[in-house]
């Protein structure tokens, strides 16, 4: 066991871990924030996505241990006093969901595509950088929707 202390949605967290702890087990199991689900134990649904120092991972890819001393941001984290981050407003706006389940992650991905790429992105950026990120309801049309109406809402 070991000591793993980070930065999670703004305030400081610690606890005591197992070297083979995911991340994702960390956040949901220890800090009980349970908007990042486990969809595949496999890394391969996204249903999983933060934000580590800035940039979206897979987090049932990642040991707790390799958080230690970083950043962590999940699904909680990105309301400010109630409202609703620009991209999760957009999701709720343009019907992207149905289930809920895969929500959490494409909304992490979708921040972390628009920072990369900016709020002009276009469709075929989108719908490439969402391959990691599977939806079983939806059909993915109001999901593209949904990130290209949140870029515009964050780039100003």
């Known amino acids: 066991m070991q000591t793993v202390s980070m ?3 703004g305030e400081p967290k610690s606890g005591e871990v197992e070297d083979r702890t995911l991340l994702v087990e960390f956040l949901r199991e220890h ?3 349970t ?3 486990v969809g595949c134990d496999t890394s391969q649904c996204g249903a999983c996505v933060v934000h580590v120092n800035g940039v979206s991972v897979k987090s049932c890819t990642m040991l707790a241990v390799q ?7 999940t699904i909680e984290g990105l309301a400010n006093n109630g409202e609703l981050h620009p991209m999760q407003q957009a999701f709720k706006d343009n019907h992207g969901l149905q289930c809920g389940f895969c929500t959490p992650g494409m909304v992490m991905s979708a921040i972390d595509i628009v920072n990369r790429n900016g709020s ?3 469709e075929a950026t989108v719908r490439k950088e969402l391959e990691g990120n599977i939806c079983r309801c939806t059909g993915y049309h109001n999901i593209v929707k949904a990130v290209h109406a949140g870029a515009k809402n964050m780039g100003g």
Do not use: K, P, S
Not at 67 to 73: E, L, N, P, Q, R
């Open 67 to 73: 958080a230690d001393g970083g950043d962590v941001t």
């Open 31 to 33: 800090l009980r924030l």
């Open 7 to 9: 930065n999670v949605n």
């Open 35 to 37: 908007g990042t689900h």
């Open 120 to 122: 002009d992105v276009d």
